[in-house]
C-alpha cells in the first residue's frame, strides 16, 4: 500500500519567515495530495491541494509543489504568523477506481511553531 | 452547522465495555471514512462507506470493531470489548465526488475515546 514520509517532525521559525515541510510518497498511482492542518483538540482542515496535472498552486501565503517524477511535494508558507502555529500533516489518496474508494494516507505531522 | 459532526465528544469506559459512535456527513455526501489517529501520529483509515454499501476494511478493523451506514446518511462505529490500546481519536470524514476530480474529504470534529 501507500506510504508518506513527512519532514521535519517539528519546526520552529521566527515570524515572518518561511516555512517548508517536505513529503515523500511510494506509489506512483497517488493522484491527489492535500494539506492539513490541525490544531490542537481540532478536526484536520484542508489548507491546500494539488492533483497529478499540475506542478505548483498558491493560495496567498500558502503554496504546494508536486515533483512526480521524485514522488516527494511540499508546503511552503510565506510570511508567517502566530496562528499558522500546528500540526500540518500531508497526506497522498490513489484514485478509487470502481468502487471509488480514495483513501487518505497520512504522513507522521509536523509541528510548527512561530516565534513572535 | 452543515458541516460533519460527531458524537459524542469524548467517552471515557472502563475496558471491556462496548461504545457506539456515530458520525453525521454532509448532507448528500455518498463517501463516507472513518480514521483513528492516536497521539502524535497521522490520521489512520479504517473503513469507506459508499451510500449504505461497506466497500473496504483496513486490517487495523479487528473483529471486535464493527461499522454501519444503514440508509446511506449517517455511520455508527461500535467497538466490542474495549481495550485500553482502543484509546484515541476517532474521526469520520465525508465528500461527494472525487478527490481527483476537485472534491475535497471534510472531516468531522472526532470522538475522542479513552479506556481506562
Known amino acids: 500500500g501507500e506510504n508518506v514520509e513527512q519532514h521535519p517532525s517539528t519546526l520552529s521559525v521566527q515570524e515572518g519567515d518561511s516555512a517548508v515541510i517536505k513529503c515523500t510518497y511510494s506509489?506512483?498511482?497517488?493522484?491527489?495530495f492535500p494539506w492539513y492542518k490541525q490544531e490542537l483538540g481540532k478536526r484536520p482542515q484542508l489548507i491546500i491541494d494539488?492533483?497529478?496535472?499540475?506542478g505548483e498552486k498558491k493560495d496567498q501565503r500558502i503554496a504546494v509543489t508536486l515533483n512526480k517524477t521524485a514522488k516527494h511535494f511540499s508546503l511552503h508558507i510565506t510570511e508567517t504568523q502566530p496562528e499558522d502555529s500546528a500540526v500540518y500533516f500531508c497526506?497522498?489518496?490513489?484514485?478509487?477506481?470502481?468502487?471509488?474508494?480514495?483513501?487518505?494516507?497520512f504522513g507522521t505531522g509536523t509541528r510548527l511553531t512561530i516565534i513572535p | 452547522d452543515t458541516g460533519v459532526s460527531q458524537d459524542p465528544r469524548h467517552k471515557i469506559t472502563k475496558r471491556g465495555q462496548n461504545v457506539t459512535f456515530r458520525c453525521d456527513p454532509i448532507?448528500?455526501?455518498?463517501?463516507l471514512y472513518w480514521y483513528r489517529q492516536t497521539l502524535g501520529q497521522g490520521p489512520e483509515f479504517l473503513t469507506y462507506f459508499q451510500n449504505e454499501a461497506q466497500l473496504e476494511k483496513s486490517r487495523l478493523l479487528s473483529d471486535r470493531f464493527s461499522a454501519e451506514r444503514p440508509k446511506g446518511s449517517f455511520s455508527t462505529l461500535e467497538i466490542q470489548r474495549t481495550e485500553q490500546g482502543d484509546s484515541a481519536m476517532y474521526l469520520c470524514a465525508s465528500s461527494s465526488g472525487l478527490l481527483a476530480s476537485g472534491d475535497t474529504q471534510y472531516f468531522g470534529p472526532g470522538t475522542r475515546l479513552t479506556v481506562l
Open positions: 506509489d506512483s498511482a497517488s493522484n491527489y
Open positions: 497526506a497522498a489518496s490513489i484514485n478509487g477506481g470502481n468502487f471509488g474508494n480514495e483513501k487518505l494516507t
Open positions: 448532507s448528500e455526501h455518498n463517501r
Open positions: 494539488i492533483r497529478s496535472n499540475v
